[in-house]
């Protein structure tokens, strides 16, 4: 018995890494539809986030059905809780690519102003690189990098600024509807870069058991 339910244990982290994937596959999509505008892949990724939708559902059906049949202790109950909380972050990392990928008809627009168009490519870029960093610390056990990415990105802070700077010297007609799309898409590298600090705060949690480290998930 105790045999299967470590079976589970290890099926279940590796189904994380599985959706992962799939959550990577829209960042590049994501990237992909900002530098192009192709509805078609865009619609694409829409579907694979109906995929990824589903598996975050049965993963976390299946956590809950582990601490109900097990009840966990120790390094278990925390290895559980934390697949439960990558299973949060991994989701909402699809939904703020998806944000993006509905935004393909706006691209032209948004990239009509390179001040701010080529502030966008650099933190999707950003996000996607932290996001990757993150999903091989969680595939590797990697408390150097966990602890790297706990700390937050200062360079996405830069980002964000010099963003809102540029924005605000917008003087077209069509200033409106491109801060509006802009800023969409920035908040969305952004919040990326924050969920991936937040997987890296969870495994530093899992690898030591220092509660403390949880403070970082506080975003």
């Known amino acids: 018995m105790r045999l299967t339910y470590t079976g ?3 099926q279940v982290r590796l189904q994380v890494e599985v959706m992962g994937v799939r959550v ?3 960042l590049e999509r994501m990237r992909d539809v900002l530098a192009t505008g192709d509805e078609d892949l865009a619609e694409r990724g829409v579907a694979a ?10 993963l976390t059906e299946r956590c809950y059905d582990l601490l109900r049949r097990e009840q966990p202790v120790a390094s278990d109950l925390r290895l559980i809780v934390s ?22 008809p706006d691209q032209p627009l948004i ?7 080529d502030i966008l490519k650099g933190m999707a870029d950003e996000a996607t690189d932290r ?6 610390a969680w595939a590797t056990d990697d408390l150097d990098t966990a602890v790297e990415l706990a700390a937050g990105s200062p360079s996405m802070t830069v980002h964000r600024d010099r ?26 590298f952004d919040r990326i870069a924050d969920h991936a600090s937040v997987m890296g705060a969870r495994l530093r949690y899992l690898l030591t058991g220092d509660p403390d480290h949880l403070v970082a998930e506080v975003r």
């Open 163 to 188: 963003l809102t700077a540029e924005l605000l010297l917008l003087d077209r007609p069509d200033a409106v509807p491109l801060a509006l799309a802009t800023t969409t898409a920035g908040q969305a």
């Open 131 to 136: 996001y990757r960093a993150a999903l091989r």
């Open 49 to 58: 986030d109906d995929e990824i939708d589903a598996m975050n559902l049965s």
């Open 83 to 104: 697949v439960i909380r990558v299973l949060g972050e991994l989701e909402r990392i699809g939904d703020l690519a998806l944000r993006v990928l509905k935004l393909a």
């Open 24 to 26: 990577d596959q829209n």
């Open 8 to 10: 589970e244990l290890g």
């Open 111 to 117: 990239a009509s102003n390179p001040p701010t168009y």
